[in-house]
């Protein structure tokens, strides 16, 4: 089939259904020489009937000046159920190796072979506004913005459920790369997270390549994924690169009880997270078991959270974000949970127990800590916690957080990993819990006076081979910021401390220009 108008609408069995077609494939070439964007498909160019049990085995051709592009259907309004492609696709806009554009239900799909597009490619859909479950893709998918492995993007109110990205699909592009959905707005899950009969598949294999906002999940995400596990790598593609996470490149929706258990290979990027890149909303109850690298600003679970974040404290728990992975920055810092923190937290259980590794950056100042690399905001009712691996880093290195500007309140602090530091060149401000503090952080007793309710210690040992300065076993600068002190209140040190080639101040707890309050032994 070849057309060469360009409003044509264009299939291999039929150009417009609105009505039945099953049982039946196609094996021809469909070509649109002129470009089209009415629909062309592989066996339907436009349905608003029902299609099912249908094969597209020739070619789909829509050449580089054709939209809505699909193996089997180029637009979908109506029903479509099972089907399979291995025709080779191409367009520009809204290409799918199923469907280009749909705007109904579709289920028990698969595509076999490669898609290549500009905007809005899938391995499935290209443009979905509805329901797309139980489909599979095996192909390579070629794009340039919001290219997705099985959706290229998801809008408002679609759901996608039930779906495999295997090994052999490699999804390729530049700005909104991901291995479920480019771009989504709508549901991304696989059902409730506590009940595994309302479970369903959400499996993402092979590997994803982009520049800017990629995601295992989702390049970037303003609508919402729940109870999702990411196993898929993530490559950048050159230098300059940043926002690459295990879950979403960007997130503006809401990321729920979300797991990273791959690993986030973005050495030439700045802003890598094992479940998001750049948390802007909602973030609750995510944990990356994955290898996190990047360059600057990486984090565990976020390469940086600009949102306020609230947990609860239900049967005596707070909500937990957690880290077990290693944490990696080529040429900068790197944080066990966020490699930059600027949101208000409150009532949550920030826990690392794996290995973090900072470095000197390119320029500028960076931090490397068990939790945050870099904290500016505030923290209130809530747990820090580094419990077991290393922090190594260079200047601005603690086993918590490396430079910290934000008040901390009511909230305990909790290291007992060992922070090493591995140095030619001399450092500065290494802290068993900070290593650079201009803010306010207040440990202390609960309202009735009865017990040290809000801990603030370390226990890990702090060990420099090279030349160093200030180094404390709580915090290795406490200085001034502008008219406001650095405080610390109510906090203590058991770890040892070993400087190899003393130089300057190495001091048990602190070296400061604010000031200290309180200091506690172990109770």
Known sequence: VITGNGGATAGGLVGSNIGALGNS??????TSTAGTSAGLGGVVGVNTGDVQFVDSLGVTNGGTNSD???????????????????????????????????????????????????????????????SVTNGRNNGTITGVENVGG????????????????????????????????GSN?????????????????????????????????????????????????????TTGAQYFGGIAGENTGT?????????????????????????NSTLNGSSNEGSVTGLNFVGGVAGK???????????GELTTIKNSGTVTAGKGGAGGIFGVNEGVIDSIHLVSEGIV?????KTGESGTGGIFGINKGKITNSVLENTKGTVSGVSNTGGLIGINSGDISQTSLKNV???????????????????????????????????????????????????????????????????????????????????????????????????????????
């Not at 101040?505 to 604010?514: C, E």
């Open 255 to 279: 990321i729920e009880n979300a797991t990273n258990t791959a690993n986030v290979n973005a050495a030439g990027a700045n802003y890598v997270g094992g479940i998001v890149g750049l948390n």
């Open 68 to 130: 809505k592009v699909g193996g089997i259907i180029g637009v979908n309004n109506g029903n479509m159920y099972s089907g399979y492609n291995e025709s080779i696709v191409s367009g520009r806009d809204n290409v799918g190796g199923i469907i280009g554009v749909n705007t109904n239900t579709v289920s028990n799909i698969v595509n076999a072979t490669g898609v290549v597009g500009t905007n809005s490619i899938g391995g499935l859909v290209g443009d979905n506004s509805n």
């Open 305 to 315: 959270n600009a949102a306020a974040i609230k947990g609860t404290l239900t049967n």
């Open 417 to 523: 990993a060992d922070i090493n530091i591995d140095n030619e060149d001399k450092v500065l401000n290494i802290g068993g819990l900070i290593g650079k503090n201009t803010g306010k952080i207040e440990g202390g007793r609960d309202a009735a006076d009865s017990y040290y309710k809000y801990q603030i210690y370390n226990n890990g040992t702090i060990t420099v081979t090279g030349e160093g300065e200030n180094i404390g076993g709580l915090i290795g600068y406490n200085t001034i910021a502008s008219v406001t002190p650095g405080r610390l209140t109510a906090g203590y040190n058991t770890g040892a401390i070993t400087q190899k080639t003393v130089l300057m101040l190495v001091a048990s707890l602190v070296r400061t220009k604010a000031l200290l309050t309180r200091y506690l032994t172990p109770l």
């Open 25 to 30: 494939y196609s094996d021809s070439a469909v």
């Open 357 to 361: 590794k900072g470095t000197n950056p």
């Open 185 to 237: 707005a709508g549901t991304i899950t696989t059902g409730k997270a506590d009940d595994e009969s309302e479970k369903a598949n959400l499996i993402n294999r092979g590997s994803i390549t982009g520049h800017t906002y990629v995601g295992g999940v989702a390049g970037t995400n303003s609508g919402t994924i729940t109870n999702a596990n990411n196993n898929v790598e993530l490559n950048a593609d």
């Open 150 to 181: 099985l959706v290229g993007y998801n809008g408002k109110d679609a759901v996608l459920t039930d779906l495999v990205n295997a090994e052999a699909a490699d999804i390729t592009g530049v700005t909104n790369v991901g291995g479920i959905a």
